[in-house]
């Protein structure tokens, strides 16, 4: 099993920065791609960003140009550096990582997640 925990949420005024971080513990050999996902209130969740264990990425396209993900493979953790804070950023943000069997966005383990709130 793996387990995910992040950190780094919080209150932040529009315009500002936060980095998210995310620890993965367990059976980490298990995991590929990692990344995050964000839910609004009354919003579907969306994805934000994953990288692969080889670090290429991919973003959505309302996060382009201000948010950046990065991995440190040998800290088990994943990084998500958000600028230019927007007051539609705010929602609560996942963690997320993928089987080692599996390519794509990462799903099978969830982190519970850390808020975010971007102040106008």
């Known amino acids: 099993q793996v387990q995910l925990v992040e950190s780094g949420g919080g209150l932040v005024q529009a315009g500002g920065s936060l980095r998210l971080s995310c620890a993965a513990s367990g059976s980490i050999f298990n995991i590929n791609n990692m990344g995050w996902y964000r839910q609004g209130s009354g919003k579907q969740r969306e994805l934000v960003a994953f990288?692969?264990?080889?670090?290429?990425?991919n973003y959505a396209d309302s996060v382009k140009g201000r948010f950046t993900i990065s991995r440190d493979n040998a800290k088990n953790t994943v990084y998500l550096q958000m600028n230019s804070l927007k007051p539609e950023d705010t929602a609560v943000y996942c963690c997320a990582a993928g089987s080692r069997w599996r390519d794509g966005p990462p799903r099978d383990y969830w982190g519970p997640g850390t808020q975010v709130t971007v102040s106008s």
């Open positions: 990288i692969t264990r080889g670090g290429n990425t």
